[in-house]
């Protein structure tokens, strides 16, 4: 069973930055998807970024326009999100889920994730 643990939310100033993790576990596959997902408050869902432990592969939502950047690091089985010049319109849950399969290619369609993990609070103030 895929276990995922996302932490390193906190409050943080606009402009500031903060790095999420999501630690693993339990996947068939030697390789994988971690996406990163959020939800504010009274919006919907939104897909953030998505990596793929297979090739490094990555997809970020357009509104990250270069201000995020995700990156795994294997030996840990942990993906991280690290967040520069963060706005309050960052502020929400961030989720991390996972794809257990080696080929497939990043998305942040949510319907294509599996295995989700608790969120962790991100707020970010003016």
């Known amino acids: 069973e895929v276990q995922l643990q996302a932490s390193g939310g906190g409050l943080v100033q606009a402009g500031g930055s903060l790095r999420l993790s999501c630690a693993a576990s339990?996947?068939?596959?030697?390789?994988?998807?971690i996406g990163w997902f959020r939800q504010a408050p009274g919006k919907e869902r939104e897909g953030v970024s998505c990596?793929?432990?297979?090739?490094?592969?990555?997809v970020y939502g357009d509104f990250v326009q270069g201000r995020f950047v995700t990156s795994s690091d294997k030996d840990k089985n942990t993906v991280y999100l690290q967040m520069n010049s963060l706005k309050p319109g960052d502020t929400a849950v961030y989720y991390c889920?996972?794809?257990?399969?080696?080929?497939?290619?990043?998305?942040?369609?949510?319907?294509?994730?599996?295995?989700w993990g608790r969120g962790t609070l991100v707020t970010v103030s003016s």
């Open positions: 889920a996972s794809v257990d399969d080696p080929n497939f290619y990043c998305s942040t369609y949510a319907p294509s994730y599996g295995s």
């Open positions: 339990g996947f068939r596959h030697h390789d994988y998807a």
């Open positions: 990596i793929s432990t297979f090739d490094g592969h990555t």
